[in-house]
């Protein structure tokens, strides 16, 4: 069954340490997102790929970087990580066409707490 | 920018009786947005729970129905009766018609009493 899986589920961090968040799809899908939700907020976009290789800037960037080794793989990194960033992480896929036109499929959540 | 207002949670609701969660959003960069409903219950990943991408139609899914009003911005969430199984966040977002971003809002968190 095709889907989105994410790892770590559950992490913590301490503060100034590199956190890397790893998101696996079997969607064959050409766009990922990385997402991180807070309470009063909605799902902000940090950062988003095109496909294999590429990376994007989202709505809240500063702090992060991206990696899309693979179709399948799409990592988020926090090479210096800080309390500000616990929060739940979510990793989507997408595609512009076909039945699914526009739609995103989530992963789980990773929730990360930084100490 | 653009932007997705819901009813503010949490929202509790008794078994069987009805719901709408409210959405209106706002699309500075998009003329005609895709809107979509998602669901988060507990321990999982959001999914879809319905998209309506052209004005004046309604969406449906497990009871759910919403419809889009360009009119009046909105996007509200209906059922006539729902389950305590309905208990779950509930997000309303928005699109671009190449499907390479949404706009999420804050989500409404529901809780039905049995």
């Known amino acids: 069954e095709a889907a989105v899986t994410q790892s770590p589920r559950n992490k913590v961090a301490v503060t100034g340490g590199k956190v890397t968040l790893s998101c696996n799809q079997t969607n064959n899908h050409n766009n990922m997102y990385w997402y991180r939700q807070d309470t009063g907020h909605g799902l902000r976009l940090i950062h988003y790929?095109?496909?294999?290789?590429?990376?994007e800037k989202g709505d809240i960037p500063d702090g992060y970087k991206a990696s899309r080794p693979s179709q399948e793989n799409f990592s988020l990194i926090l090479e210096l990580a800080t309390p500000s960033q616990t929060s739940v992480y979510f990793c989507?896929?997408?595609?512009?066409?076909?039945?699914?036109?526009?739609?995103?499929?989530f992963g789980p959540g990773t929730r990360l707490t930084v100490l | 920018g653009d932007s997705v207002t819901q009813t503010e949670g949490p929202v509790t609701v008794s078994e069987s009786e009805s719901l709408i969660i409210n959405c209106t959003y706002s699309?500075?960069?998009?003329?005609?947005?895709?809107l979509f409903w998602y669901v988060r219950y507990p321990g999982e990943g959001l999914q879809l729970l319905l998209k309506?991408?052209?004005?004046?139609q309604k969406g449906s899914s497990r009871g759910f129905e919403a419809t889009y009003n360009k009119e009046t911005t909105s996007f509200h969430l209906q059922k006539a009766s729902v389950q305590e199984s309905d208990s779950a966040v509930y997000y309303c977002?928005?699109?671009?018609?190449?499907?390479?971003?949404?706009?999420f809002g804050t989500g409404t968190s529901l809780l039905v009493d049995p």
């Open positions: 699309a500075t960069s998009i003329a005609y947005p895709n």
């Open positions: 977002a928005l699109g671009d018609h190449m499907g390479y971003k949404l706009t």
């Open positions: 790929s095109y496909g294999a290789g590429s990376t």
């Open positions: 309506v991408i052209t004005a004046g």
């Open positions: 989507a896929s997408g595609d512009e066409g076909g039945e699914n036109y526009a739609e995103q499929f």
